[in-house]
């Protein structure tokens, strides 16, 4: 239900733009989100977007990550710049309603690998 794609391999300065497509209208009422899980790493939070559009990033992507969405097509961006060795990870796109209970679709990995 969550399709990413937009990874790939690029020198340290660059930039890539990962996409995530969901599918069915519902994940307009989602909030949406990158998470990334480098090797022997757990997977963290880099970015998320609620349905409102505020945004919250972690600190070691300020600044250079840009988080958007379009709920009328389903999508949310991640706009990588000034991207450094340390980026390198499988990203992967995240849908999650909080009600009661915390409830997350996961789409499937995109691997950005960035050289030095």
């Known amino acids: 239900q969550l399709q990413a794609c937009g990874g790939g391999l690029v020198q340290a300065g660059g930039s890539l733009r990962l996409s995530c497509a969901a599918s069915g209208s519902i994940f307009s009422f989602y909030g949406m989100g990158w998470y990334r899980q480098a090797p022997g790493k757990q997977r963290e939070l880099v970015a998320v977007v609620a349905r409102g559009g505020s945004t919250n990033y972690a600190d070691s992507v300020k600044g250079r990550f840009t988080i958007s969405r379009d709920n009328a097509k389903n999508t949310v961006h991640l706009q990588m710049t000034s991207l450094k060795p340390e980026d390198t990870a499988v990203y992967y796109c995240?849908?999650?309603?909080?009600?009661?209970?915390?409830?997350?679709?996961w789409g499937h990995g995109t691997q950005v690998t960035v050289s030095s």
């Open positions: 995240n849908a999650h309603l909080v009600t009661s209970t915390r409830v997350d679709y």
